[in-house]
């Protein structure tokens, strides 16, 4: 059970999402495999983001905020959502993207730049001010000088960090792991900006669960920010929990060619989840995750184990596939 703290919350899911058994493909992969629904959360089209947002927005709202900005790759399911989401609050929203962001190298094969979540961003009312790919540090200094644009035309402006990871993004999934009325051995989702995997990490943390993060994101720095994310998570809690690099598993060996890049073995997982289970994945997030997955169970690294894979949406993306 979570420690419940008094945050400002906007109600935007439905939870808890469905968790069940895959019966045929633990027959198929030998282990006891479930699935937990975060793509099932009710809001705009469901996804691990509606989770953080019930708190990010609920920030907003508690502080008058009258503008958000934000930025991130043009087909993000976490801008989707968070257009959705403040246009039910009649909150302005602004967001500047790119194509296919990178660290290093640009890769190829993005998403296309229309159709998918892009589509459903125009239904949702969004600004979007798509910019030439570049580094991801480009697109948040463009992200600052959009938010001090609308500083100066008066506007009570909250700059939202890409995939809303922030302390309450993984409060709420702190939060979240208490859903699981099953006990598993091993927990396994997709992780990219950092507030799933931490929240989820940091809930765990001392049971008998261990949760291995997917990498979307080939940069395995990212654990020292999930190591602090835990920190400050902590000062939500206040549980004195004290997470160390060693505590976060985030699984490099799946991204593929690069972030935003669909890889085969993702697009071969997401047959094998619909054709086995009628349950579709992405290409960008839960492809990978659910690739590493079915990797894991063929070599033997799941054998005898009750595994939980934690769905985190991202099914618009389907439909923006170069
Ligand atoms: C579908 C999907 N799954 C997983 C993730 C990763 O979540 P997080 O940013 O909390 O690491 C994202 C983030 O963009 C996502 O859109």
């Known amino acids: 059970m979570a420690t419940t703290v008094a945050l400002p919350k906007q109600n935007l899911i439905i939870t808890p999402t469905p968790l069940h058994p895959l019966p045929r493909l633990s027959d198929e992969l030998g282990i006891d495999l479930w699935i937990k629904r975060d793509d099932l959360t009710g809001f705009a089209f469901g996804g691990n983001k509606g989770r953080k947002l019930e708190y990010l927005l609920g ?4 502080r008058g905020y009258d503008t958000i900005v934000t930025c991130g790759s043009a087909q993000s399911n976490f801008i989707r959502q968070l257009a959705t989401g403040c246009a039910m609050l ?17 890769a190829d094969g993005g998403m296309r730049t229309e159709g998918g979540n892009l589509l459903l961003d125009e239904f949702a009312g969004a600004e979007m001010r798509l910019i030439p790919n570049d580094k991801w540090d480009v697109l948040m200094a463009a992200s600052r000088a959009l938010r001090d644009e609308q500083v100066a035309l008066g506007r009570n402006v909250f700059e939202i960090p890409i995939g809303g990871s922030s302390p309450q993004g993984a409060y709420a999934f702190y939060e979240a792991a208490s859903e699981l009325t099953e006990k598993f051995d091993i927990v396994i989702s997709a992780s990219s900006s950092g507030s799933t995997q931490t929240g989820l990490t940091y809930a765990f943390h001392g049971s008998s669960t261990r949760y291995h993060g997917v990498a979307c994101d080939p940069e395995p720095e990212m654990v020292l920010e999930f190591v602090e994310l835990a920190r400050q998570l902590d000062q939500i809690t206040g549980l004195s929990r004290q997470l160390t690099v060693d505590d ?18 993702s697009l071969d997982a997401i ?12 290409p960008i997030y839960t492809g990978k995750a659910f690739h590493g997955l079915l990797e894991m169970a063929r070599s033997g ?10 769905h985190t949406g991202g099914t618009p993306a389907l439909f923006a596939l170069p």
Do not use: H, N
């Open 271 to 282: 047959r094998v989840a619909a054709q086995r289970e009628g349950v579709f994945l992405d």
């Open 248 to 265: 976060f598993t985030y699984d490099l060996r799946f991204v593929g060619p690069g972030y935003g890049v669909a890889s085969e073995g």
């Open 90 to 106: 009649g909150i302005r929203f602004i967001a500047v993207v790119m194509q296919l962001p990178y660290e290093f190298e640009p």
């Open 59 to 62: 920030e907003a709202v508690a």
């Open 301 to 310: 690294e799941l054998a005898g184990k009750k595994v939980c894979f934690w």
